[in-house]
């Protein structure tokens, strides 16, 4: 059963261009929604995140759009960059058996390519 | 100064064989993490500690144990290594004291059983 379901699996941009990655959610538990970045051989990196109490947070060019009614959260890469070439994951929290701790579910992974 | 370091960065073994995965992180977290991440980038949690303790184990196989010794260190070990335990591991850590549930990830083992 997969929790978060992310859009698409792979996206190629040119340079200067807006990427779109969207990700889908069933849990309404789920109360944080970070997304991380991977770049070959490395391990993922948080990006940006947001809490459902507000539709929108964007730091630089990074921006995350949420809709909580839709269950649904997007990332958004405006002036779309080369170095920005890598995996991006969205993820959802929520708290692990009602206790302090918390379980991150990921999406399955968006590869993106921005071409020079 | 590597916030998250785990050992060794890659590992080749042959089926059957037992091998451990060793992960430190100095960045003063309670809580240490296992992730999977399959060929086709997936990522799942595999185990949590908080404070050395279990938190969360999800439903993998008892050939696999985690250890974790003292908050900084959390240990991986493998029995009888399958065809399908090829994968690369992450290490991750956060701090629970704080509800933006950041992970830090270490760099991976990609482990290959041949």
């Known amino acids: 059963q997969q929790q978060v379901k992310q859009s698409p699996q792979s996206l190629i941009v040119q340079k200067g261009g807006i990427s779109i990655i969207n990700c889908a959610y069933e849990?309404?538990?789920?109360?944080?929604f970070p997304w991380y970045q991977q770049f070959p051989g490395k391990g993922p990196a948080l990006l940006i995140a947001i809490r459902p109490d507000v539709s929108e947070k964007k730091e630089g060019r990074f921006t995350i759009s949420f809709n909580k009614s839709a269950k649904q959260f997007s990332l958004h890469i405006m002036d779309s960059q080369p170095g920005d070439s890598a995996t991006y994951f969205c993820?959802?929290?929520?708290?692990?058996?009602?206790?302090?701790?918390?379980?991150?579910?990921f999406g399955k992974g968006t590869l993106l390519t921005v071409n020079p | 100064d590597t916030a998250v370091s785990q050992t060794p960065k890659y590992l080749v073994t042959q089926m059957g064989n037992d091998k451990s995965i060793k992960c430190e992180q100095n960045?003063?977290?309670?809580?240490m993490y296992w992730y999977k991440q399959d060929s086709k980038k997936f990522l799942k949690i595999m185990f949590s500690y908080n404070n050395k303790e279990l938190i969360i184990n999800e439903t993998v196989p008892n050939r696999f144990s985690p250890k974790s010794p003292d908050k900084a260190h959390l240990n991986l070990h493998i029995n009888s290594l399958e065809l399908g335990d090829s994968a690369v591991y992450f290490c991750a850590s956060s701090w629970t004291g704080q509800r933006d549930e950041k992970l830090f990830f270490g760099s991976g083992t990609q482990l290959s059983v041949l």
């Open positions: 993820a959802a929290s929520t708290s692990y058996s009602g206790g302090s701790n918390y379980k991150l579910t």
């Open positions: 960045l003063g977290h309670d809580t």
């Open positions: 849990n309404t538990a789920f109360d944080y």
